[in-house]
């Protein structure tokens, strides 16, 4: 049985903290930030001690069109170089491919002559093979990475102990276990923490978390995974992201006990760039046709569409979601 | 060490569900709500499977002018009888009396000739000798009790387990851990709550949770200690109640596996009913200010008032929290 790692008065340096605002909330606003919010977010982090900052996607220009999407979609290297310069800070900075979607081959130089340090490789459980073809291409340019291996609630433990067996024999750095769908109780999520970390530390990886917010239990489940040794945790600020969206840094930050931490730039970065957001019409964040779909264990595109339409008949909502069972 | 009772597919038939959306959500609307909203609510959580519903307090009516509240600060039997009549349901109904604010000995009748089923007595800790002396009027006049000790986060634990050792002397039936200021993270929750439910079982008396949302942690810690046998659970809907609210009614239902809950009843008052008292300006709910307060263990009236200003300066309201340390 595995214990607690430390406890709520504990350092805890093994654990790094990423923020996926740009990535995970560009999906919510076609990822269409403008530089003067990016340059702000990143010296917001600089200043706060965030570990590793996600940019977006290296999406393929092939199957998408550039005019289409926000530049984040890319992240072209000269893009965020544009932000961040050659990064002279000590964040490092992530940027996301997922399996299909990603034209690895020719999109990516060697890390010698990239501003990027990681690369996080999405995938579906199934994919797992494409999943790890990719993250040995990025290991051999020089890129640390990641496999997040996406909508876990719906794999069967069999498929998934499986692929954890076959990450652990890989070149991966870190095996994340994403709560796509928000369906993840606190005992659920420590029980599937544990099986990633007892494969993991096997094969000397370390284990993240993704959480999103359906069942407003993001930031529970994102505490309670962590202590139990999971050590790279996603945040965003005001918990920005896709439908109910995810953790929030703010109370993230407020929960570390590592000094390195600080939270009075992020509130800074919140009154001056995201209420202005928010003001603009862009949402996110926890409502009850996400408490649903996270209920169900669905993925949250119909909650989606009915947020768009500025729907509140959430007894005719429940009734669609039995009838699509 | 106490471990944990049951597990996510278990029922327990030990918990008792309470709706305190009159009583919390009161200190959101000075008690105004209409008999019709009472009313509605009262069906809704019948049909829920609710086990307890709250209606308000019983305050002293020399110490609170009536003309100054909504009727549901001082709860009469008439005003309660006009909502229920004498009750034909399974559901039993509880008032609560906070120690020095209420006339206890003039303003009870015998059980027998009264449509209140239990009454929750709520004190700080060093209230506890006058707590018990209203817990022993109560129960010699026929009722269910229980003591509320409020604001734990700031009791020493020494204190506290004297107050249960003299709790679990009395003839109180549950006591109530109450997170006043929402600052237990989850392994606080569960560490107060196994302390609690040692003292409570070698008394054969049952423990209660009620949490506040102010670090979006009043579903997770309501899990969390019911987990380890906590068996009473408030929970209001929407999570109305004072500041950042407290556990929603519509997750809790949604996560206990008694096929005796269902959500869809609630979900229609939620459309009927709550979102018109949103949309007539009654604030509550998870915000910035009240996760400060909860992250620097405060009485969140400073956040309340923020509130009510409709300020939105974060960075100046935090900078006033450490002023005022």
């Known amino acids: 049985m595995m214990g607690r790692k430390g406890n709520l008065m504990s350092v805890r340096n093994d654990v790094k903290v990423l923020d996926a605002t ?7 606003n076609n990822f ?3 530089d003067d919010f990016v ?25 998408f069109d550039e005019n289409s999407f926000g530049k984040w979609k890319f992240c072209k290297e000269e893009d965020i170089r544009a932000i961040v310069g050659d990064n002279p800070s000590d964040m490092k900075i992530a940027v996301m491919a997922d399996v299909g979607r990603c034209d690895f081959k020719t999109d990516f130089i060697p890390k010698s002559e990239s501003v990027i340090d990681m690369v996080r490789v999405a995938c579906y459980i199934h994919q797992i093979p494409a999943a790890i073809e990719m993250v040995e291409y990025f290991h051999d340019l020089g ?15 069999n498929q998934l102990e499986e692929a954890l067996s076959m990450l652990g024999a890989s070149n991966v750095d870190v095996i994340y276990l994403v709560d796509s769908y928000g369906s993840l109780y606190p005992e659920n999520a420590s029980a599937l923490a544990k099986t990633y970390l007892e494969a993991a530390e096997k094969s000397g990886k370390q284990v993240g978390f993704h959480a ?4 407003n239990l993001a930031f529970a489940n994102t505490i309670e995974t962590l202590s139990y040794g999971v050590s790279f945790l996603d945040a965003t600020a005001q918990g920005m992201g896709r439908g109910a969206g995810n953790c929030a840094m703010e109370l993230l930050l407020g929960f570390l006990k590592n000094p390195k931490y600080n939270l009075y730039s992020l509130l800074s970065f919140i009154e001056n760039y995201m209420l202005p957001l928010k003001e603009q019409g862009v949402q996110w964040g926890y409502d009850l046709q996400y ?26 909502f429940y009734k669609s979601l039995l009838d699509n069972f």
Do not use: W
């Open 22 to 28: 740009i990535r995970d909330g560009g999906l919510c």
């Open 39 to 63: 340059k702000a977010l990143y010296k917001t982090n600089v200043k706060s001690g965030v570990d590793y900052m996600e940019f977006g996607y290296r999406a393929s220009r092939v199957l």
């Open 32 to 34: 269409a930030f403008t």
């Open 212 to 215: 999103h917010n359906n069942q």
């Open 291 to 316: 408490m649903l779909t996270g209920q169900f264990n669905r993925h949250p595109r119909e909650a989606i569409s009915f947020t768009a339409e500025h729907r509140k008949d959430y007894c005719e």
């Open 143 to 157: 890129y640390e990475t990641t496999c997040n291996i996406m909508a876990v609630s719906q794999a069967n433990l």
